[in-house]
């Protein structure tokens, strides 16, 4: 499987997101990937649907917006109306994921379920084949710069040996503390959408970092 990079912009400069975004582009990224935060799910905020309303023109790579908020049910029209092309959702946020997978697939999007790094990957096993892409957290939700957790990397492997039994080819993405160093390990283990913030953000030649996560 290809390895895709899905470019954070929680580590862009805020100031200026359509010369962030071209970046991102022109450094050889596939996805923009777009967190939302509530406040409640997780204990930080960031932006919503009015700023990828406002950014969406500056960019032609598809959104990946992942949403760390309770009750996503309630804003998968929104954010389907704002650009997104790809809703992720967190299993613990949602007291009937089916439903909100159905809502994002009724708009034509493909759908997504994240766990976070303490919740058993297998509760999603029944979930797999209505499900585009599943978002393994490697890091506690909520910042971006934190340390990857390296126990996250069994339920990487659990997971994509359950997808190939099931005959699924899932899309498993990691997102947080994915660099240089933990690629080649989350790539191993069986994830294919690499979710990076800070560390292609911040580097000196974004082009070679990205680069440099597909080696
Ligand atoms: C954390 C976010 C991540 C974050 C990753 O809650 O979901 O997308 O921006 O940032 P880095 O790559 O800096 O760990
Ligand atoms: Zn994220």
């Known amino acids: 499987m290809d ?15 359509e010369r962030e975004l071209k970046r991102a582009q022109e450094s050889g990224c596939d996805m923009i990937h777009f967190d ?23 960019c032609s790579l598809p959104f990946d917006v992942h949403l760390m908020i309770t009750d996503p049910l309630g804003f998968i029209d929104a954010f389907a109306d704002a650009g997104a092309d790809h ?9 009937n994921p ?27 096993y029944p979930l797999i ?3 585009d892409m599943v978002l393994i957290m490697t890091v506690e939700p909520g910042f971006g710069g934190q340390g990857f957790i ?10 994509r040996k359950e997808a190939e039994r099931q005959g699924s080819e ?19 283990a069986g994830a294919n959408v690499l ?3 800070s560390y292609i953000f911040k580097a000196e030649d974004m082009a070679a970092a990205v680069a440099s996560m597909r080696r």
């Open 36 to 58: 939302v935060m509530d406040g409640h799910f997780v204990p930080n905020l960031s932006y919503g649907v009015p700023v990828l309303k406002s950014i969406r023109k500056y």
């Open 98 to 124: 089916d439903e909100v997978i159905e809502k994002i697939r009724s708009r034509g999007l493909t759908a997504g379920i994240s766990v976070k790094p303490k919740t058993p990957v297998e509760l999603i």
């Open 195 to 197: 979710v990076s913030g």
């Open 3 to 17: 390895t895709k990079i899905s470019a954070s912009i929680l580590s862009a400069d805020f100031g200026n997101l």
């Open 170 to 188: 899932l899309d498993i993405e990691v997102d947080g503390g994915i660099g240089f160093n933990t690629s080649p390990k989350v790539r191993e």
């Open 129 to 131: 084949k209505k499900l």
């Open 87 to 95: 809703i992720t959702f967190h299993l613990e946020a949602a007291d």
């Open 150 to 159: 390296p126990e996250t990397l069994e339920k990487i492997s659990a997971l």
